[in-house]
């Protein structure tokens, strides 16, 4: 009973604190894959692109949070990037597969995305983007019951709930700059297990404001700062800051967020592929809950802009 109550102590403070801090995980990855908050950077800036992810918490051996991204965008151009013209206007199309895992709860939310690219300039592109998000909630209650397995209220084995919504973005970039503005979750619905209110979880609407900015100092030195403005479920504003120096063969960054919490990244480009680790330190949460690693490798053939 110790042991389970223990458990239960860890589990309770992992989800205040996911609940509180990121929520569902867009945070987790969108410096390494923006194009899960943003439907209009669909192939805005290669022919293809796939990127894997994941993104776990440490605490003690202990791996109580697990998030999972597959990311795949292109033009239908993809065949010819070789001759591949960044000045026309072309489509951009892709999805998002992120999924979710912590304690009894695994969320999978799946996106497509449509976009539209127009070259404004020779060096500025605009984009517009839509996307069809599709949204599945699973609490296996059983995982909470080893103490009285015929509870009625924790034998109702695995349960399961969908939401069906869509979002848009539109974005200005060139390889210098990019400002983007995306809404997601445009209709938020509730996630139903049964007929009692104290069994449901509402989504609500996501706004999110990006700017970036790249300084070249030498052929071989920039610096880029970044920023977003967001919301939360409990807060209409909180935001990301973070600098970028990106050498000739890596890039290094830290970064803050509003939620008190530290992160550091590098990216390793190695000719198509890019590898990105980021570690996240919560400043003001229990050590139980430890620290957030994330892991990515992207695949970007005959990329036009690193």
């Known amino acids: 009973m110790r042991i389970f109550k223990k458990n239960i102590l860890i589990f309770l403070v992992l989800i205040s604190w996911q609940v509180n801090a990121q929520d569902f995980p867009f945070h987790y990855f969108s410096h390494s894959a923006p194009v899960i908050m943003n439907p209009s950077m669909a192939a805005a800036k290669q022919t293809m692109s796939i990127t894997a992810g994941a993104y776990t918490v440490w605490a003690g051996g202990y791996k109580p949070l697990n998030d999972y991204l597959l990311s795949i965008a292109f033009s ?3 065949k010819k990037y070789r001759n591949y013209n960044p000045n026309t206007t072309r489509v951009g199309v892709g999805l998002n597969l992120l999924n979710e895992q912590i304690g009894p709860f695994n969320q999978y939310l799946l996106q ?3 976009a539209y690219h ?3 300039t020779k060096d500025v592109l605009l984009s517009l983007g839509i996307s069809g998000i599709i949204e599945n909630l699973q609490i296996d209650v059983n995982s909470l019951s080893p103490g009285s397995p015929d509870d009625p209220r924790l034998s109702g084995g695995n349960n399961h709930a969908f939401l069906i919504d869509g979002g848009f973005g539109a974005t200005v970039s060139s390889d210098k700059f990019m ?3 995306s809404a997601l979750n445009l209709t938020p619905g509730t996630f ?3 007929e009692q209110q104290a069994e449901e979880i509402e989504s609500y609407r996501r706004f999110y404001l990006n700017g970036r900015y790249r300084f070249f100092f030498a052929r071989n030195l920039s610096v880029s700062p ?9 807060r209409s504003l909180n935001y990301d800051a973070s600098l970028d120096f990106g050498f000739h063969y890596f890039d290094v960054g830290a970064g ?8 550091v990244f590098f990216r390793l480009p190695v000719k198509d592929f890019t590898l990105t680790y980021t570690s996240e330190n919560p400043l003001q949460v229990s050590h139980l809950a430890g620290n957030g690693h994330t ?12």
Do not use: C, D, K, Q
């Open 76 to 78: 239908p151009e993809f």
């Open 112 to 114: 497509l995305m449509y």
């Open 118 to 120: 127009i070259p404004v």
């Open 179 to 181: 400002l983007a503005f």
């Open 192 to 194: 139903r297990f049964n």
């Open 226 to 234: 970044r920023a977003t403005l967001r919301n939360s479920r409990f």
């Open 256 to 263: 803050y967020r509003s939620e008190n919490s530290l992160m």
């Open 295 to 306: 892991f990515t490798l992207g695949w970007e053939p005959g990329a036009v802009f690193h």
